[in-house]
């Protein structure tokens, strides 16, 4: 289990970091670690209640998208009410993303605030249903923990509706919204059109909230302490605080509670200025280490470098290695990834992941990046969901990243003296039907 | 063939058109599944655009429809032989000739619930459209059925040949159809045959054009497996 | 009341009969996917748009009221 360890930022009792984590770090917490340091659910009693503290506080989603959560309380609660159907509550901890480990980290150190966000979001919307998904591959520690954390809540009745849990397959996009539904629902692990959105007619056809463990987390902490407590960490258009997972040269993964608006040479510790840094993920930016350490971790910073916050993955390429071999490494994994509905998708990204191979390796033709240039621009917001664009997103930010690199590689040569793999990719893809459910 | 029928009145007339618009109502509905199944296929008819496919199948069935209609009609205006309106819609409720009667309202039934279907397609649940469409494989061979044992005439000459191309052509075509499809790749595999084929192709083009030497293999990521690359450190 | 085009790109399967009837709006990428212009359909293009759509064998394309 990843660790809030070793160089990262420490108990900080200015700001009462941390504030979801456990202050000692290590120990999970059970119910009464969690009740002495939180307090007991403090239920509003009423639907509605909670959303302007939410809105308040300014909490938008943890799960990578940022979207402010009142809005969507207020959605699914008025849809609801509209169509006089109870909705549905799905703590999306899927965490599908391979780079990131925050969210079962979260899920094993501190389940019972996760689990009285889903509390608390359910009555806020009106719901009788809850579920909380986790990934398959997690069952045997997160799933067991979080199995106990339920019977606890049972012993002391402290649930007022009842939470199912259930398992997401090992696909990359089984955390897409849609796909979770699409899933739950008994299909395949794929994503479906949108209109209608989820908030509107969801699992089963009721209005569906799906929201981010972490989100939750916060918003079980901003029903106790209030929204101006969340805001005193962060920056004004960005309040909170948020999880983060870092890699360094060393390629272990570290989660680290920090304030939004922390500087990035904080958190990525020493890095050569020949280094580059990947934020956000295999659907985030690359970006040239030299630049990454003098921004700070908020979106409105990040977007000098065409990066976004997103789910707080923050990955240092050590200098040994080449950034477009590994570029081409994670493609190639994402085209296999995609659910192979929508033609732009499943034409563009595996041309893509062939191109880069080409790229990664020696003497490539000039047309190559002419060829990804060109299927980036087609394959963006020509699919249902959001993964062609990402896949364009972290191409296109390699392409301009590694130039240098590239202009080596077409004379023949490569700066890289490592050529083990260095950013994680899960075993097996994807061959049947099975392989989604 | 007027020889068989003893006496010749203006019933009888409107008998001989109830069974010519038939005759033109089986070759129009023959024409209108073969151009169903070369919709759902993607196939285009040689020097139309592409429209004209799905078009003309939509067209042709209205025009099918209408001949289907002059054709019932006529046979129960007719007072040679004694049709109630009901037996067009309800099978077996004719008193003459109940049965092959009755494939003509079977398939006047599915018929006329194809096309209604597909009028209210935009409001419909695409399942539903769907299903009520596949039901058209089910109405034209017992048209068909319906045709061929209306009349003795139908087993000779000209009409006999005409039948016997119609049945032909829809089993050609369906099988045609039906073999295509199994080709089809499932969802589940679509992106794995398209990244081989890529990557085969690239591969092809590096040996063709002598780019393919062991040090730019071995510097490319591998392509077969993904398997024991690196593990995810999640502990 | 302007109206904008829509293609659901799971049921698209690159009839591209849509494109025939509304190049002004509509185009094929080099798959035979349909690129659709987003922008609010002008007043002229209304009939030729209706016709797209009902043209669509599997009924991706929409002609949504914004």
Not at chain 1, 98 to 123: F, I, R, Y
Not at chain 1, 277 to 298: F, M, N, S
Request: net charge positive; with cysteine.
């Amino acid at each position: 289990m990843t660790m809030a360890t070793k160089g990262m930022p420490a108990e900080d009792t200015a700001t009462d970091l941390p504030r979801l984590l456990p202050v000692n770090g290590q120990q999970p917490q059970d119910w009464h670690a969690h009740t002495a340091r939180h307090g007991r659910i403090p239920y509003r009693e009423a639907p509605g209640r909670l959303i302007a503290d939410i809105q308040q506080a300014g909490l938008t989603g943890r799960g990578g998208a940022a979207f402010p959560v009142h809005r969507k309380l207020g959605a699914v609660l008025e849809a609801a009410d509209a169509r006089r159907r109870n909705p549905v509550v799905i703590a999306n901890g899927a965490e599908s993303e391979p780079a990131s480990d925050k969210d079962a980290t979260l899920l094993w150190l501190a389940p019972h605030l996760v689990l009285d966000g889903l509390q608390l979001a359910a009555e806020a919307v009106n719901a009788e249903e809850a579920i909380l998904y986790t990934h398959a591959d997690r069952r045997d520690d997160v799933g067991k923990r979080l199995q106990q954390a339920i019977a606890e809540r049972r012993a002391v009745g402290s649930d007022r509706v009842p939470v199912e849990l259930a398992e997401a397959p090992p696909r990359f996009l089984s955390g897409q919204e849609t796909a979770l539904i699409n899933h739950l629902g008994g299909g395949p692990a794929i994503p479906t059109f949108v209109p209608p959105r989820v908030t509107e007619r969801g699992l089963a056809g009721a209005p569906t909230l799906v929201q981010n463990v972490e989100t939750l987390a916060h918003l079980a902490l901003i029903a106790r302490r209030g929204p101006r407590w969340f805001r005193q960490v962060g920056t004004a258009a960005e309040p909170g605080s948020m999880l983060c997972t870092i890699r360094r040269s060393d390629g272990m993964p570290r989660i680290a509670e920090v304030p939004l608006g922390m500087p990035l040479r904080d958190l990525l510790g020493p890095a050569g200025s020949d280094g580059a840094v990947l934020i956000g993920g295999y659907h985030g930016t690359w970006a040239p280490a030299a630049e990454a350490v003098k921004l700070t971790l908020d979106s409105h910073a990040l977007g000098a470098v065409g990066a976004r916050v997103g789910a707080g993955i923050l990955i240092t390429l050590p200098p040994d290695r080449c950034g477009l071999a590994e570029t081409a490494r994670i493609v190639r994994y994402l085209a296999l990834e995609s659910a192979g509905q929508c033609g732009p998708c499943l034409n563009g990204l595996p041309r893509i992941a062939a191109a880069l191979a080409e790229l990664a390796g020696a003497r490539p033709r000039r047309q190559a990046r002419a060829d990804i240039e060109r299927w980036a621009g087609l394959v963006t917001g020509r699919g249902a969901c959001h993964h062609p664009d990402g896949t364009a997103r972290f191409v296109r930010s390699a392409l301009i990243t590694f130039a240098a690199e590239l202009d080596r590689h077409e004379r023949g040569r490569c700066s890289a003296t490592n050529t083990r793999p260095f950013l994680p990719i899960p075993r097996g893809s994807a061959r049947t039907e099975e392989d989604w459910l | 063939m007027l020889e068989n029928v003893s006496g010749i009145n203006s019933s009888t007339a409107l008998w001989y058109a109830s069974r010519a618009t038939g005759v033109v109502a089986l070759v129009l509905m023959t024409a209108v599944v073969l151009l169903g199944l070369t919709v759902t296929r993607q196939g285009r008819l040689p020097g139309l655009p592409r429209f004209a496919v799905t078009g003309l199948h939509r067209n042709l069935s209205l025009v099918a429809v209408v001949f289907v209609g002059l054709h019932v009609l006529t046979a129960v205006a007719d007072s040679y032989v004694n049709i109630p309106l009901t037996a067009v819609i309800v099978p077996l409720a004719s008193p003459y000739e109940r049965l092959w009667i009755g494939l003509g309202a079977v398939s006047l039934d599915i018929t006329v619930a194809v096309i209604v279907t597909s009028l209210l397609r935009r409001h419909l649940s695409r399942r539903l459209w769907r299903a009520v469409h596949l039901l058209a494989y089910l109405s034209w061979p017992v048209a068909w059925l319906h045709s061929i044992s209306s009349s003795r005439d139908m087993l000779h000459s000209w009409m006999f040949l005409l039948a016997a191309g119609c049945a032909l052509a829809v089993v050609g075509g369906v099988g045609w159809r039906l073999a295509a499809a199994a080709r089809d790749v499932p969802r589940a595999q679509r992106v794995g045959v398209l990244m081989s084929a890529v990557h085969d192709r690239a591969a092809l083009r590096d040996r063709l054009t002598g780019r393919d030497t062991p040090a730019a293999r071995d510097r490319r990521p591998p392509t077969d497996t993904l398997a024991g690359q690196t593990r995810t450190n999640r502990r | 009341m302007s109206e904008k085009l829509l293609v659901n790109p799971i049921e698209c399967e690159g009839h591209g009969a849509c494109a025939e009837l509304l190049p002004e709006l509509i185009a094929l990428d080099e798959w035979g996917y349909p690129i659709v212009d987003g922008r609010p359909v002008p007043p002229a293009l209304e009939r030729d748009a209706r016709a797209a759509v009902s043209a669509c064998p599997t009924l991706a394309l929409r002609l949504l009221r914004s």
